[in-house]
């Protein structure tokens, strides 16, 4: 739980500072913080995923991600997942990059990027995510 709050926070601290435009330093001191919160983001999601645990909204609303078999998470698969999981919003990221869109254009296209990406689940025959198909995994109901 503990690492769970800090990871939030920093994640929520690296995003305060691109809101507040701390990060308008060079494209080094961007890219550097991009990729930090890339790393605890991802990290978040793994670490929460493998060994059976969940984050607190999984928590909340009762679902556990497991292999297909059924078996929990490794800590590898659930790193894999969770690099997997960023195709909800790279793909926008990079077009607003090469586009060179402004914010507001972004959060359009990040956010018709993400209703897509949740509307191709339900495209599977297993309704389940891409992300899980190309990882392996699927998201079940959980027993506690």
């Known amino acids: ?14 995003g305060l500072l691109h809101l507040l435009g701390l990060a308008q330093g ?3 001191h961007r890219l550097a913080l991009q990729a930090m ?3 605890v983001l991802t990290g978040y ?18 679902i556990a991600v497991v292999t297909k078999s059924g078996a929990p998470l490794g800590f590898g698969r659930a790193l ?4 997997l999981a960023w195709l909800w919003v790279l793909p ?3 077009a607003a990059a090469v586009l060179h869109l402004s914010p507001s ?12 990406w ?3 689940g339900l495209l599977r025959s297993d309704h389940q995510f891409l992300h899980d198909g190309l990882a392996g995994t699927r998201l079940v109901q959980a027993s506690r």
């Open 37 to 39: 919160e890339f790393m």
């Open 1 to 14: 739980m503990l690492l769970g709050i800090s990871l939030v926070t920093a994640a929520a601290s690296i």
């Open 92 to 94: 926008a990221l990079l």
């Open 80 to 83: 894999w997942r969770a690099i």
């Open 105 to 116: 254009s972004t959060a359009w296209l990040v956010a018709a990027g993400l209703l897509l």
């Open 45 to 62: 999601g793994a670490g929460f995923w493998s060994g059976g645990r969940q984050t607190l909204p999984m928590k909340v609303w009762k």
């Open 26 to 28: 060079s494209a080094q």
């Open 118 to 120: 949740a509307a191709a």
